[in-house]
């Protein structure tokens, strides 16, 4: 509530680092080769100085490979799925990793916005998100094994996104392809830019 002196405004194309979080539980993932093709479609979407890891989360959290280069083979082979859904976990991993001050990180979560296996609560992951030195994107999809009136955990993921100055992504009655609704969210990133000021007064 204080009003601060912003001190520039950069509008710079930085090199970004992408963390892909994606549920692969029984509901959501129905064909592992058609998520195998997706994840490889959108390493593809990024430019060559840029960097990309996968995250999986069902009954477990699985970093499938780390933050590496456009340039090296995608590791998928060895994907599986679960049955039940830890993904406040998953977001909480893949937003605690430190910053570099030359680029900017970019986490995108795509689910069904159902969570019955993890530790964190829904009342949690704003805050937590507000802590992080990332922006994230959660895209929802909308699957038939998952409750439909869940108003407040969809707020929950809602306001997440909106601290780190992301995007939520509601669930769609559309059928969403992950590589076109990845490109859809990378595109909205680059077009954004940064205010810095120093606070005072606080």
């Known amino acids: ?7 520039a405004v ?9 963390t892909l979080v994606v549920d692969t539980s029984g509901s959501v993932v129905r064909s ?12 593809r979407q990024l430019r060559k100085d840029e960097q990309v890891r996968l995250i999986t989360f069902d009954t477990e959290l699985r970093q499938v490979f780390p933050m590496q280069g456009t340039s090296s083979r995608v590791p998928v082979d060895e994907l599986r799925t679960g049955d039940l859904t830890s993904l406040l976990d998953a977001m909480v991993f893949a937003l605690a990793r430190a910053p570099r001050p030359d680029r900017r990180h970019l986490v995108v979560v795509f689910s069904d916005g159902y969570d019955n296996a993890s530790v ?5 992951i704003a805050d937590l998100a ?25 707020a929950a993921l809602a306001e997440a996104a909106a601290r780190t100055g992301g ?8 059928a969403r392809d992950i590589p ?12 954004g830019y940064v205010l810095y ?3 005072a007064n606080v």
Do not use: C, M
């Not at 950069?10 to 992408?18: E, F, N, T």
């Not at 058609?34 to 959108?42: P, Q």
């Not at 994107?137 to 407040?152: D, E, I, Q, S, T």
């Not at 995007?167 to 559309?174: E, G, V």
């Open 10 to 18: 950069s509008a710079d194309s930085l090199a970004v680092d992408v």
């Open 32 to 43: 592992i080769g058609r998520f195998k093709s997706d994840v490889r479609d959108i390493v």
């Open 130 to 154: 507000s802590r992080a030195e990332a922006t994230l994107y959660v895209v929802l999809v909308k699957v038939g094994g998952a409750p439909a009136n869940r108003p407040k955990e969809l």
């Open 167 to 174: 995007i939520f992504y509601p669930p769609s009655d559309a």
């Open 180 to 191: 076109a609704a990845f490109k859809q969210t990378l595109e909205a990133f680059r077009h």
């Open 1 to 7: 509530g204080v009003r601060q002196e912003i001190t």
């Open 120 to 124: 964190t609560g829904y009342r949690a």
């Open 197 to 199: 000021f120093t606070p």
